[in-house]
């Protein structure tokens, strides 16, 4: 079945410094989606990326979906301690009715 | 507007036993769909529902169904627990099928001893 896998599991960074967090999935996906949750929270949605190499951004968040709609990547530029959580991609399977969530990496931020 | 509500927040159940859990949909969301998340991994999808429909099924044992109402809302149902069963189960809401936007409720953590 369809699996998507995130690296790295774990990233500690100091205040300011950058994160990145990538994602991979074993199928083509029509779309990426990205979520926050914070320790002890539910998953938030932060963005849906649907075009083949299509990059946006929210404020530091920078988010690219790859040429080959496969991949995708997170870029926190600056780290805060607000940013402390797991960040999860997800993409929905050919039929479109089931999501896949990647395992998710957990940024923590040293202030 | 209220956000997706579960009920409860927290059970405690034994091997064997049956749950009920309950999730109501953001206001005009006619689309639920319910996923069960372990400690230290991600959500894994176990049902979508739109509609009053199943659209889609994760790789769940039959122990595990689900219906949605005629007003949205939903249950969520397990049978036979086992303690593999212990986890966040979450619920969340769209406003129509496929796979755009979704709103996530606070969860419902259940134990089993």
């Known amino acids: 079945g369809q699996q998507v896998m995130q690296i790295p599991q774990y990233q500690h960074v100091q205040e300011g410094e950058d994160f990145t967090t990538y994602c991979n999935s074993s199928t083509t996906l029509s779309n990426i989606q990205w979520y926050k949750q914070r320790p002890g929270g539910h998953p938030v949605f932060l963005i849906q990326?649907?075009?083949?190499?299509e990059v946006k951004k929210q404020k530091r968040l920078t988010f690219q979906f790859g040429e080959a709609k496969k991949n995708s990547s997170l870029h926190i530029t600056a780290t805060q301690t607000t940013d402390v959580g797991t960040y999860f991609c997800a993409g929905p399977n050919n039929a479109g009715n089931m999501l896949t969530f990647g395992g998710g990496t957990r940024l923590m931020v040293k202030p | 507007d209220a956000g997706v509500t579960q009920s409860p927040t927290h059970l405690i159940k034994t091997r064997g036993q049956h749950v009920t859990l309950r999730c109501s949909p953001i206001s005009g969301h006619k689309s639920v769909s319910w996923y069960q998340q372990v400690l230290g991994q991600g959500p894994q999808f176990i049902f979508q529902?739109?509609?009053?429909?199943?659209?889609g099924r994760g790789n769940f044992p039959d122990r595990f169904s689900a219906r949605q109402f005629p007003n949205y809302s939903s249950e969520l149902n397990v049978n036979a627990l086992l303690l593999g069963d212990s986890a966040l189960y979450l619920c969340a809401s769209r406003q129509a099928g496929g796979y755009n936007e979704q709103f996530f409720g606070p969860g419902t953590r259940l134990t089993v001893l």
């Open positions: 990326l649907v075009k083949s190499g």
């Open positions: 529902y739109y509609e009053k429909e199943e659209r």
